[in-house]
């Protein structure tokens, strides 16, 4: 039987083309990753793959087999949040929080390919999630205070136009 | 869970009328939409004071991304002078909250705030006269701090509320006249706070009705018809029956649900079924929406109306007639709703994330015809619903097929289903005439608006015009809706805001007055002009007559009581609208939790946006064709716009909602931006479908 580590535990994958997101949810109770459409765009299932960000509604577990996953209830360790999770609560950065786990990975997935990232970088890789709730711009403020981006001004932007 | 509302628990509680919470809804249509609206106790347990100096409050209200749990737990603290964390928030659950009616309408949000704050009031009053017995001191000699009654003479002496509820049991009635903490004591509440469930929302622990699982818990795929109206002819299962994983197939008259023991399992099998469907022929299609609007209007219902139009439109120095169309858009709440049921004994037990949990409980209880106490309704947290959640259709599929089953049953929508058979915003299709002055001063309005659906209370919200004028006629009708109209957020609101703020500036342009002017020109209302002033302020507004080509746009609004006004800038690349930043002023009163607020205007902000520039459903033959991602587009965060949001309430004005109101202005803030940039008015949604770029 296929083996494949989650969280840092060794698990059995039960069969090759089980879907890698209903595995997590319901074989392993790993409810934290959401299904939003099972058709890689929302970006509510990501979770990372040897660090990197994975969609995992687009996957089977057979293919993650070997490899590393982290889901969003292995990224706190003990009782202290990872930076980022913790940057979420500081900015209030969620409405519904449904999308939370996977804008929080992609985040993640994103500040270890890139230490400093700007704005845009930060813009651009958040653009793989979707939040109904449009809490964008606080989840955007929550990343730049995990990469330790200098805040913008309210007006800049619209400074910068004239 | 245990059993929190056993009387024999040691503690403080406090028990209040149910209905004065939530008055019973003035209107039938209420009435008829939410058929229980009718409490099914006198009183219930609103608050407990701890042993452990925990303070449990009870509310029947959800929370799906409003939060309404810290906002609640922010009213309790102040009022009992506890810290934020140690207030927990129990919110709807049938076993164990009071009655209510549903979490939509800002009004009734507001009212069990105030009822949860008298009863902390109460609490905190009991707690006094508690400690003067203890400390052997009157009770005017002792005030409450931190979760503790202390000696305001000597601060050494004090007691902590636990120690004083502790080995008892002990009940109070809410009292209804209790001093309330005056708004210059609040330490709490008006200030930014933490969420009381941020922790749990990031580290996955927030379960949603999709995160149910129980033991034995079986898998449903009922079979979905491929179009609307479609009836099941024939069905033929045997195939699927033999599938691995498929534990039985339910087949209930025109009902057919594959029940299996993993998700892809039950999937597969509801494909392997082959069913021959018998379609209608002859549906309409989204193109022949605008048409049939006005084809099977009903009886007009006249919702605002003074002096004589006629008379007015002879006055003007010009008129100006314009039409505006908005499509059905679709709520596309993130999680896709789900429910588990559980039967046990004759007693039904459902977890669902609907905004009506006892409103549920009636549904069921109705179905199956059992008492109201044999159903049980636990709303877990929500992924979303901005309105549509009232309408939950999964709840009574799982508790069926958990009934026939003997074990527990998840139904879940995937995305297409979701989208398929949720509820939409109904079209429109909205005429305004409007008689003017050569200085822009409004002298006739009349405002004809058909709204698609059977539910005349979305299309009449927000048609009524704020502007200052003598001569008026707001009509609305409702017609045949191809689609199942429901709630979204604002209602009609939204959609009555587009026509009459775009048509404003219409105005505007036509006398070639800037059209924050034209606006302020016309508003008596001084929370508008203030609202207004705030925004434009903000935005570094500086006057000037459309089309100006910077692309700048403004329009204002009222919903649920509260005043709104919001300034966008834009650019156009093609027929790619970006919204470049929004700043938006909103008067709703006092502020509880002025985090949340802001929250919800730049969540309401980007939604907005969606329905501005990219949303509409489209639809053919019965089907939907674009329920997906894939073809219905929205706002991204490489879309959302820097958003700056300013509160400008009076605290001594009751609070009425923040969570819809931000929505009305920025649809026709936006097109009013487009023009302004492009001299290309679009007065049709989304505005990149009718660009002319
Ligand atoms: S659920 Fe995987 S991308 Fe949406
Ligand atoms: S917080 Fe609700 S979907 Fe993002």
């Given at each position: 039987m296929l083996s494949i580590r989650v969280n840092g535990e060794e698990r059995q994958v039960p069969t090759p083309e089980r879907n890698l997101l209903s595995y997590l949810r319901f074989d392993l109770g790993l409810t934290g990753t959401k299904y939003g459409c099972g058709e890689g765009l929302c970006g509510a299932c990501?979770?990372?793959?040897?660090?990197?960000?994975?969609?995992?509604?687009?996957?089977?577990?057979g293919s993650a087999a070997g490899g590393s996953l982290t889901t969003i209830e292995g990224l706190a360790s003990d009782a202290t949040l990872h930076p980022v999770q913790q940057a979420f609560v500081d900015e209030s950065a969620m409405q519904c929080g449904y999308c939370i786990p996977g804008f929080i990975m992609t985040a993640v997935g994103l500040l270890s390919r890139e230490a400093q990232p700007n704005t845009s970088q930060i813009r651009e890789a958040l653009a793989e999630n979707m939040c109904r709730c449009g809490t964008y711009q606080r989840i955007q403020q929550a990343v730049e205070r995990a990469a330790g981006v200098q805040r913008n001004d309210a007006h800049e932007r619209h400074d910068s136009h004239n | 869970m245990s059993d929190t509302t056993a009387t024999t628990e040691d503690g403080l509680r406090i028990v209040g009328e149910v209905a004065q919470g939530f008055p019973p809804p003035p209107k039938s249509y209420a009435r008829a939409a939410y058929s229980n609206a009718k409490p099914d106790t006198q009183s219930a347990t609103w608050l407990i004071v701890r042993p452990d100096g925990r303070v449990s409050a009870y509310a029947g209200k959800v929370e799906y991304g409003q939060g309404i749990r810290s906002g609640l737990a922010m009213e309790v603290a102040d009022e009992l002078r506890v810290r934020l964390d140690a207030v927990d928030v129990l919110l709807g659950d049938t076993d164990h909250t009071p009655w209510d009616m549903g979490t939509f309408g800002s009004q009734s949000t507001a009212r069990v705030g105030l009822q949860l704050r008298r009863a902390a009031a109460t609490a905190r009053e009991a707690l006094v006269e508690l400690a003067a017995d203890k400390l052997d001191l009157p009770t005017g000699e002792l005030e409450c701090r931190n979760g503790r009654v202390i000696s305001r003479a000597d601060p050494a002496r004090s007691v902590a509320y636990g120690d004083l509820v502790a080995g008892k049991a002990i009940t109070r009635d809410v009292q209804e006249d209790v001093a309330l903490t005056p708004r210059d004591e609040f330490t709490v509440m008006g200030r930014p706070a933490p969420r009381v469930d941020a922790v749990d929302r990031v580290t996955g622990k927030a379960q949603y009705s999709q995160d149910i699982m129980l033991p034995g818990m079986l898998f449903a795929q009922p079979l979905r018809p491929p179009a609307r109206k479609a009836r099941l002819v024939d069905a033929d299962t045997k195939v699927a029956e033999q599938l691995p994983g498929v534990v039985q197939i339910v087949r209930e008259g025109d009902r057919i649900a594959v029940l299996a023991e993993t998700d892809e399992q039950a999937e597969f099998?509801?494909?392997?079924?082959?069913?021959?469907?018998?379609?209608?022929?002859?549906?309409?299609t989204n193109w022949d929406v605008p048409d049939l609007l006005r084809r099977t209007a009903g009886e007009p219902v006249i919702t605002q109306e003074s002096g004589d139009t006629a008379e007015g439109f002879r006055q003007a120095d010009a008129v100006l007639e314009s039409l505006y169309y908005l499509p059905y858009i679709s709520n596309a709440p993130m999680e896709p709703r789900a429910a588990v049921a559980q039967w046990e004994d004759g007693r039904l037990t459902v977890w669902a994330g609907t905004q009506r949990p006892f409103g549920l409980r009636a549904e069921l209880a109705g179905h199956f015809e059992i008492e109201e106490s044999?159903?049980?309704?636990?709303?877990?947290?929500?992924?979303?619903?901005?309105?549509?959640?009232?309408?939950?259709p999964v709840a009574l599929e799982a508790a069926r097929l958990a009934k026939a089953a003997g074990r527990p049953v998840r139904v879940a929508y995937t995305r297409a289903e979701e989208m398929v058979f949720a509820t939409f915003r109904p079209a429109a299709l909205i005429e305004v005439k409007s008689g003017f002055l050569d200085d822009g001063t409004l002298v006739a309005w009349e405002f004809t608006a058909y709204h698609a659906g059977e539910r005349p209370f979305i299309g009449q919200r927000g048609s009524?015009?704020?502007?200052?004028?003598?001569?008026?006629?707001?009509?609305?009708?409702?017609?045949?809706?191809?689609?199942?109209?429901?709630?979204?957020?604002?209602?009609?609101?939204?959609?009555?805001?587009?026509?009459?703020?775009?048509?404003?500036d219409e105005i505007a342009a036509a006398v070639g007055i800037d059209p924050v002017e034209l606006r302020l020109r016309n508003l008596t209302e001084p929370r508008f002009r203030r609202v207004l002033e705030a925004a434009a302020d903000r935005f570094g507004w500086s006057g000037a007559k459309p089309p100006s080509q910077r692309g700048v746009g403004v329009a204002i609004g009222l919903d649920v009581g509260s005043y709104v006004a919001a300034c966008v800038e834009v650019q156009v690349h093609g027929s790619e609208v970006t919204v470049e930043r929004v700043a938006t002023?909103?008067?709703?009163?006092?502020?509880?939790?002025?985090?949340?607020?802001?929250?919800?205007?730049?969540?309401?902000?980007?939604?907005?946006?969606?329905?501005?520039?990219?949303e509409a459903i489209d639809f053919q033959s019965g089907r939907l064709l674009n329920a997906g991602f894939t073809r219905y587009r929205v706002p991204r965060s490489n879309n959302a716009p820097k958003i700056d949001v300013e509160l400008v309430g009076d605290p001594d004005t009751p609070s009425t909602g923040a969570g819809e109101p931000g929505i009305v202005p920025v649809a026709p803030a936006i097109a009013n931006a487009v023009f302004d940039l492009t001299g290309d008015r679009v007065r049709e949604l989304p505005i990149q479908r009718h660009l002319r770029g």
């Open positions: 990501t979770i990372l793959l040897d660090g990197q960000p994975l969609r995992a509604c687009m996957t089977t577990a | 099998a509801a494909k392997a079924v082959q069913a021959q469907w018998r379609e209608e022929d002859g549906q309409p044999s159903v049980r309704v636990i709303a877990p947290e929500i992924g979303g619903g901005f309105g549509s959640k009232s309408i939950y009524q015009t704020p502007y200052h004028l003598a001569n008026v006629k707001v009509s609305v009708s409702s017609s045949e809706s191809p689609l199942r109209e429901g709630s979204y957020r604002s209602l009609g609101g939204a959609v009555n805001h587009f026509a009459r703020e775009s048509h404003m002023a909103l008067d709703c009163g006092l502020v509880v939790n002025p985090e949340g607020a802001k929250n919800q205007m730049e969540g309401s902000i980007v939604m907005g946006m969606g329905t501005a520039l990219y």
